[in-house]
């Protein structure tokens, strides 16, 4: 056991390593009917996806853990005199599972708003024979002072190796999913949409039009993200 323990030890820090620093979103797959959703994200949102997808750590108050964080909890655990090697197994595969997901993801914060991108291959259109993709966006306050309100949204997308001119939403399209959310300090808003490409990679970024209440306007800028249809996660 102390052998099987030793290795499970050695191959957590490896794959925490690999995270290169990056903090590791927490955060249920994406699934077909989460389309068209959305909603306020609270503290115990939070608690219960964590508890759904990575029940192993009591970081991620706010759907983030650091590579520190998770590099304490190898090292806490390993240290335990009764270590349970089956339990151990069961973190490092749902934390392959989280990692897997930052290949599809960006993660941006413009003036203290921070917005989450990540998204999943569903399959193909019947009609168009083009690929489907869903995306989570989550746009979050973290350290902006005042009440934020998204307003409108602009959004490239872009097919690789077809050749084809990028598809674009143009900035200042109203709101998002039929909604401008408003954003006091501290809190989260989520929602799902999708698209469509005719190759079988891509990617999508864009931004969104942010104003405060104290007359404060700017982009919230929204990095690349993949749209990937060999991903480990797309449907199949």
Do not use: C
Request: glycine share 8%; aromatic share 8%; no cysteine.
């Amino acid at each position: 056991k102390k052998v099987v323990a030793r290795a499970l030890y050695r191959a957590s820090l490896r794959a925490v390593r690999s995270l290169e620093g990056r903090p590791l979103p927490i955060q249920r797959p994406i699934r077909e009917g989460d389309w068209g959703s959305h909603h306020v994200l609270s503290r115990q949102s939070f608690f219960l996806e964590r508890e759904e997808v990575f029940p192993f750590i009591e970081e991620a108050t706010d759907g983030l853990v650091t590579a520190q964080d998770l590099r304490d909890l190898v090292r806490r655990r390993y240290r335990q005199r009764d270590q349970d090697v089956d339990d151990g197994f069961r973190a490092l595969k749902a934390f392959h599972d989280l990692a897997a997901d930052l290949e599809v993801s960006s993660l941006t914060e413009t003036r203290g708003i921070r917005v989450l991108a990540t998204s999943r291959y569903l399959g193909v259109n019947r009609d168009s024979k083009g690929k489907v993709f869903a995306y989570r966006i989550r746009v979050s306050n973290v350290s902006h002072p005042s009440v934020v309100q998204l307003r409108s949204r602009h959004w490239i997308v872009k097919e690789d190796g077809s050749g084809a001119p990028p598809v674009i939403i143009p900035k200042g399209s109203p709101g998002v999913v039929g909604k401008t959310p408003r954003l006091l300090p501290g809190t989260h808003f989520e929602y799902v949409s999708g698209t469509e490409i005719h190759t079988t990679h891509g990617s999508m970024e864009g931004s969104f039009e942010m104003a405060s209440d104290d007359g404060d306007v700017f982009d919230a800028i929204i990095h690349p993200f993949k749209l990937d249809a060999d991903h480990v996660h797309a449907a199949k």
